[in-house]
C-alpha cells in the first residue's frame, strides 16, 4: 500500500486559531517577553561593536600618520582599552543571545509538553469506533508532528523574526 502524501490544511477560521494559539501562549508571556528583551539587548548591543571597530581602526591610522609625519606615534593603550571594551560588548551580546535561545526554548517546550498532554487527554476520551476507522497510531503521528513544528516555530522563527527586525533597524541607525 503506498503512503499517502499529507495535505496541509488551512484553517478554516484564522482568528480563532491563533486567539486559541496566543491562549496557550499567555501563561508563557512573561517568559516570551524576557526572551524579547534578551534578543533585543543581544542584537542592540552587538550593532554597536563595528562602530567601536571603526574606532580602533582610525586610532590606528591616525597614530600611523602622526609616526610618519614625525610627531608622535600609535596609542596602543588606548587601542588595548577599546578592544577590551570591544570584547566586553561582545561577550555580554552573545550572554544576552544565549539567555534568549534558553528562555525561548523552555517557554516553547512547556507549551509543547501542555498541547501533547491534552492531546493525550483528547485520544483517551475518543470513543472506540473512532478508531475502526482511524489507526491509533496515524492519528497519535498526526498530532504530535504538528505540535512539534510548532514548537519549533516558536523556538526558531519568533526570536529570529524579532532579532533580524532589530539589526535591521540598528545597521540603518548606524549608517545614518
Known amino acids: ?80 582599552k577599546t578592544c577590551a571594551i570591544l570584547l566586553a560588548i561582545y561577550a555580554f551580546s552573545a550572554g544576552m543571545e544565549y539567555a534568549q535561545s534558553f528562555i525561548m526554548a523552555t517557554v516553547s517546550n512547556k507549551i509543547g509538553y501542555r498541547l501533547r498532554r491534552e492531546m493525550s487527554e483528547k485520544i483517551d476520551r475518543l470513543p472506540f469506533s473512532y478508531f475502526d476507522t482511524h489507526s491509533r497510531g496515524d492519528v497519535i503521528s498526526r498530532f504530535t508532528n504538528d505540535i512539534d513544528t510548532m514548537v519549533q516555530s516558536l523556538n526558531q522563527s519568533l526570536a529570529s523574526m524579532i532579532s533580524n527586525v532589530v539589526r535591521i533597524v540598528g545597521y540603518l541607525w548606524m549608517m545614518l
Open 1 to 80: 500500500m503506498p503512503h499517502k502524501k499529507r495535505v496541509h490544511e488551512k484553517p478554516k477560521n484564522m482568528k480563532k486559531t491563533m486567539r486559541q494559539l496566543l491562549s496557550y501562549m499567555a501563561p508563557y508571556k512573561w517568559g516570551f517577553l524576557i526572551g524579547i528583551v534578551c534578543a533585543v539587548a543581544s542584537v542592540a548591543i552587538a550593532v554597536i561593536g563595528p562602530k567601536i571597530t571603526g574606532d580602533i581602526i582610525t586610532e590606528i591610522a591616525n597614530g600611523f600618520m602622526n609616526k610618519v609625519q614625525g610627531i608622535g606615534g600609535i596609542d596602543f593603550d588606548a587601542i588595548q
